[in-house]
T-cell receptor, first 112, second 113 residues
Framework: AQSVTQLDSQVPVFEEAPVELRCNYSSSVSVYLFWYVQYPNQGLQLLLK??????LVESINGFEAEFNKSQTSFHLRKPSVHISDTAEYFC??????????FGKGTLLTVNP | ETGVTQSPTHLIKTRGQQVTLRCSSQ?????VSWYQQALGQGPQFIFQ???????GRGNFPPRFSGLQFPNYSSELNVNALELDDSALYLC????????????FGPGTRLTVT
């Protein structure tokens, strides 16, 4: 069975500050890891993914995440956030068993 | 390239009624997955269809059923609606039967009164 724990339900930060959204997973098989972002009243957008290879993955808008197998973590980071980054962020784990298992989400609020 | 689309956007139903939600997959994708997202929660996997066959199912009762058509679009049907069925229903499409990368539609907001 797979599970995902997002350790913070809400993270408030000021604009241009760094941020880390924490995600831990549990899985008995090889995993694929994802971060999705959800803006108010919208669906989920794929932010970045780890399938194999380099453990550090990056998105086009400055977010990055590092797969740490020993700590079973996939934390999301950004060195300097913008107001427009305010959204709900979901960590998810998938594998060959066809489904994505999501965490409960972290609401990132960027204040001016 | 057309993304995943869902209809309707919003829907209000009464307890006990039946509802059908629709999803068109992204161009080139042959797999559709459905998720239920209750308020304040992460999405929960309902089931997946691959080449018109159910390819896996989550912990949802049989009154949740689905179809996939030859053009890979899909329907989610829910019978005997309950108040707890109120949620955002998300459709995701992908290529192949694994869950490597799934692309989500905007969702259908279902309210059961």
């Amino acid at each position: 069975a797979q599970s995902v724990t997002q350790l913070d339900s809400q993270v408030p930060v000021f604009e241009e500050a760094p941020v880390e959204l924490r995600c831990n997973y549990s899985s008995s098989v090889s995993v694929y890891l994802f971060w999705y972002v959800q803006y108010p009243n919208q669906g989920l957008q794929l932010l970045l993914k780890y399938l194999s290879g380099s453990t550090l993955v990056e998105s086009i808008n400055g977010f990055e995440a590092e797969f740490n197998k020993s700590q079973t973590s996939f934390h999301l980071r950004k060195p300097s956030v913008h107001i427009s980054d305010t959204a709900e962020y979901f960590c998810a784990v998938g594998g060959s068993n066809y489904k994505l298992t999501f965490g409960k989400g972290t609401l990132l609020t960027v204040n001016p | 390239e057309t993304g995943v689309t869902q209809s309707p956007t919003h829907l209000i139903k009464t307890r006990g009624q039946q509802v059908t939600l629709r999803c068109s997959s992204q161009s080139g994708h042959n797999t559709v997955s459905w998720y239920q997202q209750a308020l304040g929660q992460g999405p929960q996997f309902i089931f997946q269809y691959y080449r018109e066959e159910e390819n896996g199912r989550g912990n949802f009762p049989p009154r949740f059923s689905g179809l996939q058509f030859p053009n890979y679009s899909s329907e989610l049907n829910v019978n005997a609606l309950e108040l707890d069925d109120s949620a955002l229903y998300l459709c995701a499409s992908s290529s192949g039967s694994g869950s490597y990368e799934q692309y989500f539609g905007p969702g259908t907001r279902l309210t059961v009164t």
